[in-house]
């Protein structure tokens, strides 16, 4: 496959921003929540929801981390016209059955890892466990009598990563970019955002959130944003640490966690509720 213009259009956007940071921010998992805790015994139901965000500073994103991955997709694929996304390349499903050979996978991983060695990345990462969230509703309301209010956990998450990043930027300027989930969706998360720097939110008042730009920029997949992939790429370790702390062979979040913001305090950056 060739490279495509709207690919090289879409990273020019990103790299004419004025801001000294870029946010580029995933998720794993899906906002519903079985209050069945037996359904949860089914594999194929994940129970944890996790955004994560990846923050590197623009000029880091153009001179090392954009084009590093592109050399990395070439390397392999000979195409920078490739979109890595974590599911498939776990499975190596697709393209990414040349994976199957565990030599080229290792080398494959070599490789990403150095790159993010090499680009200084920080990362932000909230997840929220359903099963632990659903034995504290149900406690709460067996104290309590009232009935626990869940709420979005999707939102909730991103709010719980806005207030770190904006912890993060303290003075300086940073931009969150999201890749696309729909036009209703898309407006759900600009309205966290818009509402914290409006209102603060329950933990942080607004001042917190005065270094990230009011508007979030979204892309769509087809835009092949190398920045969006990388944040996609680290986020299902954090996902699966949430799940099974005690994971022994949970390695990529072994290597990712010294790139967490560390904070006030040991990880702020990492938060895991309840």
């Known amino acids: 496959m060739e490279e495509t213009e709207s690919y090289k259009?879409?990273?020019?956007?990103?790299?004419?921003?004025?801001?000294?940071?870029?946010?580029?921010?995933?998720?794993?998992?899906?906002?519903f929540v079985h209050f069945d805790l037996k359904k949860y015994d089914d594999p194929s139901v994940f129970p944890v929801m996790t955004v994560t965000a990846?923050?590197?500073?623009?000029?880091?994103?153009?001179?090392i981390l954009m084009p590093g991955l592109d050399e990395i997709k070439e390397y392999f694929f000979q195409s920078k016209d490739i979109y890595f996304?974590?599911?498939?390349?776990?499975?190596?499903?697709?393209?990414?059955?040349?994976?199957?050979?565990?030599n080229l996978y290792s080398e494959f991983k070599r490789k990403i890892d150095l790159l993010l060695d090499k680009s200084s990345i920080t990362i932000i990462s909230s997840s929220i466990n359903k099963m632990k969230l659903i034995r504290k509703a149900i406690e709460f309301e067996k104290v309590s009598g009232v009935k626990y209010n869940i709420g979005d956990i999707y939102l909730r998450n991103v709010g719980y990563v806005l207030e770190r990043i904006g912890h993060f930027l303290k003075e300086d300027r940073g931009k969150i970019i999201f890749e696309q989930r729909g036009r209703k969706e898309s407006r759900r998360i600009q309205a966290v955002l818009t509402d914290a720097k409006r209102d603060g939110?329950?933990?942080?008042?607004?001042?917190?959130?005065r270094g990230i730009d009011e508007k979030i920029l979204f892309f769509n997949k087809e835009d092949n944003i190398n920045?969006?992939?990388?944040?996609?790429?680290?986020?299902?370790?954090?996902?699966?640490?949430s799940k099974n702390p005690v994971d022994s062979n949970n390695k990529l979040f072994d290597f990712l966690r010294k790139y967490v913001?560390?904070?006030d305090f040991w990880e702020y950056g990492l938060k895991e509720w309840p």
């Open 261 to 263: 913001y560390k904070g």
């Open 201 to 209: 939110t329950f933990y942080c008042s607004k001042e917190r959130f």
């Open 85 to 102: 996304h974590s599911r498939e390349i776990r499975r190596k499903d697709g393209i990414f059955k040349i994976f199957l050979n565990e």
């Open 9 to 31: 259009n879409k990273e020019y956007e990103i790299l004419r921003l004025p801001h000294r940071y870029l946010i580029f921010i995933d998720e794993v998992g899906d906002p």
């Open 227 to 241: 920045g969006l992939q990388i944040a996609d790429y680290c986020t299902y370790p954090f996902a699966r640490h």
């Open 54 to 63: 990846v923050i590197v500073s623009r000029s880091v994103y153009q001179d």
